[in-house]
């Protein structure tokens, strides 16, 4: 079996190849540090993540490096400190702290768990504002190129100039399948007098009153700051080279921000490619609709994370293939959390495999079809919900470690079901010790049919926030189970 990914740029699903299976290099665009992050952001961080986890399965977890950059120099990020009158340094340091905390309840590995002491780095946050002599030296080189101009304290970049350029340089609009015309049409250009042509973009900017600044290339005497997209190819190129393996990021990027990466990085260093494989993840929207503040289903992580366990919203975001558009429904998060606390039961506290499940991974390799993947483990459980009581008959032990082993590399059921059970109903004020004499009583309420008894019991435990669920078990025999209330 063989990783299969769906390249934008080609329009197929291909075999991957790595440039060098040692050194395998993805670069995912991060989040602009200005306020936090909604669950529409939390797309890309948790599908390359699952990504992040394959290739280190597949190659090594030593020989692949992920890279996922901070934005802390932008517009919004200058407009948003001045509203809140406090220092844009203030305001990123705050804002990327709250993406931390906010994406780390959602599984998704961390530079901290993954990074080694004396070894090099393989998951780098690198900052933009870290980079700007990286930035500074690109823009020359497209200056020296011909690829970019100055005009007005402006360095501006023409796609123009890169489309006449007789080489091996891919054309402007190769990613996007536009032409500059469409392009044009279909965005909100900036036709400044200064501009050669209305489809350059800026590389650099003189810096307004306030905002951030610094010496400006290409001989600009007064001070200035990057345009966006100069940044994402300036961090790629520091810390994965001039061409690597894979760049991702939300469908959104594909134009302008990819688009420009790639005509700015070709142009640069006289290549035909940045990244072997583009790859973008879809839309989402919330209950049908488009999430917009202005119609009240805007959706942070934060709010989620308040009602839901981040595992819960990390399942709901894989039910989908990644390049589907997913629709954000109440509906969805409940049948989520059934399935996470089914899935819990069903590994108990047993240890993962150390194989993974051949139909399980072979849909992963499938251009990452979490779909197909989590397909699979469903169809795992009622071979362990049957084997409880009959171990020996159905080899339950070994289908249980196969299913953690499976769960874990979707970043899934990383905990123990006894010390998973107990943090929930600790984090909640539940006495535990309490619950189980109490449906022991009940239970022995039912068996003499004294159903008022059994009732005033089960009324105590719903005021103490716990919801009983009565059923059988595989001998047919009654079994109550117990869940923390909603």
């Known amino acids: 079996m063989q990783l299969r990914l769906y390249d934008t740029l080609t329009r197929e699903k291909r075999p991957f190849v790595p440039l060098d299976p040692h ?15 909604h669950i529409g952001n939390a797309r890309p961080v948790i599908v390359f993540d699952v990504l992040f986890r394959l290739l280190r399965h597949l190659y090594g977890a030593e020989h692949v490096k992920y890279v996922r950059n901070i934005t802390d120099v932008d517009d919004k990020i200058n407009a948003r400190a001045a509203e809140r009158g406090i220092s844009i340094r203030a305001l990123t340091e705050e804002t990327y702290n709250n993406f ?6 959602l599984g998704v590995l961390m530079p901290e768990d993954v990074n080694l002491p004396g070894k090099p780095p393989r998951f780098v946050e690198p900052r933009a504002t870290e ?11 497209l200056v020296q190129g011909g690829f970019a101009y100055v005009a007005e304290d402006h360095v501006l970049f023409s796609p123009q100039a ?7 340089l891919p054309r402007y609009g190769a990613l996007a399948k536009r032409t500059l015309d469409e392009m044009i049409a279909g965005a909100r250009v900036d036709v400044a007098p200064y501009k050669r042509d209305p489809a350059d973009f800026v590389l650099w900017k003189p810096s307004k009153p306030g905002e951030p600044s610094w010496p400006s290339p290409a001989g600009i005497k007064a001070e200035g700051r990057p345009g966006w997209h100069i940044e994402c190819s300036a961090m790629a190129w520091k810390h994965l ?4 393996d894979i760049h991702g990021g939300g469908i959104d990027l594909v134009f302008p921000h990819h688009e420009n990466e790639l005509a700015q990085t070709c142009c640069a260093f006289h290549e035909d490619r940045m990244a072997n494989v583009w790859m973008h993840n879809g839309f989402l929207q919330v209950e049908s609709e488009k999430m917009s503040k202005s119609t009240g289903n805007f959706v942070t992580i934060r709010e989620l ?19 589907s558009p997913i629709d954000w429904t109440l509906k969805g998060l409940e049948e989520s959390s059934r399935v996470i606390e089914d899935w819990y039961k069903d590994v108990a506290d047993v240890e993962p495999s150390d194989d993974i499940d051949p139909e399980f991974l072979g849909a992963l390799l499938d251009d990452l079809n979490t779909h197909g993947a989590i397909t699979r483990l469903h169809e795992i459980s009622p071979v362990l919900r049957l084997s409880q009581s009959r171990m020996d008959d159905w080899g339950g032990e070994s289908a249980q470690r196969h299913k953690k082993s499976a769960a874990m590399l979707l970043g899934l059921l990383p905990q123990k079901a006894t010390d998973r059970s107990a943090q929930m109903r600790s984090t909640v004020g539940i006495d535990v010790t309490k619950v189980e004499p109490l449906i022991a009583d009940r239970a022995a309420a039912r068996a003499r049919k004294d159903f008022k008894e059994s009732d005033r019991i089960r009324d105590e435990l719903a005021a103490m926030g716990v919801v009983l669920k009565d059923g059988k078990d595989a001998d047919g025999k009654p079994v109550t189970t117990w869940e923390i209330a909603r």
Not at 26 to 34: Q, S
Not at 305 to 322: C, Q
């Open 23 to 37: 050194n395998v290099r993805m670069y995912v665009c991060g989040p602009t540090v200005y306020d936090f992050a």
């Open 305 to 323: 994370l308040a009602d839901w366990p981040g595992e819960v919203l990390r399942l709901n975001m894989l039910k989908s293939h990644y390049r």
């Open 131 to 141: 980079h700007i002599s990286e930035m500074r030296t690109l823009i020359e080189k």
């Open 241 to 244: 080279g001039e061409q690597f």
């Open 100 to 105: 931390r905390d906010d994406i780390r309840p």
């Open 162 to 168: 890169m489309n006449a350029a007789n080489s091996i």
